[in-house]
């Protein structure tokens, strides 16, 4: 999650002494973003668009990477090379997930109803991989996801005023969820003078 620091691990726990060179790299592009030689010592980048600026710490011992404070910026795949008489690689496969807001509940309707409730969920987003929905207690009543970034996400829902089951709806990702509670008496109210229509039939 944004703000968390990760440690990607070599699984040494000292690195060989004929290694001459344990390398870090980023991307597709593999941009280099940290190394441990013999020659230059310890070595951090600040990488494309300089996205790992003081974030970025090399265990000398073990060649261990760990990315503090990290954001969305830092998804994607790393791989660590040791260099001796050997070439060893290694692919690590990293995902940082923003926090989630919370979503807003509120009332949609447009005209006075004597029975129903419209009422819309929604949250705006700067994540990826989210899901909007509607649940009844524990059921899915329906759901919405959003692959790409900036997407404003919103899903509708109509009860009735006097229903007494209990409506919540949830933004969630792989990692993380919030929940915000309907509560029916705040959002639904039938139109302020609403009387109800009597029909009289007199049969003689």
């Known amino acids: 999650m944004e703000g968390d620091s990760v440690t990607l691990n070599t699984d040494v726990t000292k690195i ?15 941009y280099f973003i940290a190394e441990i030689s013999r020659k230059h010592g310890i070595s951090t980048y600040d990488g494309p668009d300089g996205r790992f600026r003081d974030r ?3 265990d000398n011992q073990t060649g261990s990477l760990t990315i503090t404070n990290t954001t969305t910026e830092h998804t994607g795949v790393y791989q660590l090379e040791t260099i001796g008489q050997t070439l060893t690689s290694k692919t690590f496969s990293v995902s940082v997930y923003a926090r989630l807001p919370v979503p807003v509940i509120i009332s949609n309707s447009s005209q006075c109803s004597l ?15 989210a ?3 509607w649940y009844k207690g524990i059921s899915v009543l329906s759901s919405i996801s959003v692959c790409d ?3 404003s996400l919103s ?3 109509e009860v ?7 409506y919540s709806c949830v933004l969630n990702n792989p990692i993380s ?15 302020a003078g609403t009387t109800a229509l009597m029909i009289y039939v007199c049969i003689y």
């Open 16 to 30: 060989h002494e004929e290694y001459n060179s344990t390398l870090w790299k980023y991307g597709a592009e593999k």
């Open 56 to 58: 970025l710490k090399l």
């Open 115 to 129: 029975s129903n409730c419209s009422l819309v969920c929604s949250s705006v987003l700067n994540v990826s991989d």
């Open 131 to 133: 899901t909007l929905s």
């Open 149 to 151: 970034l900036s997407i």
């Open 155 to 157: 899903l509708p829902l």
């Open 160 to 166: 009735e005023y006097q229903d007494k089951n209990t």
């Open 177 to 191: 969820n919030q929940t915000t509670h309907l509560d029916i008496n705040t959002l639904c109210h039938t139109c």
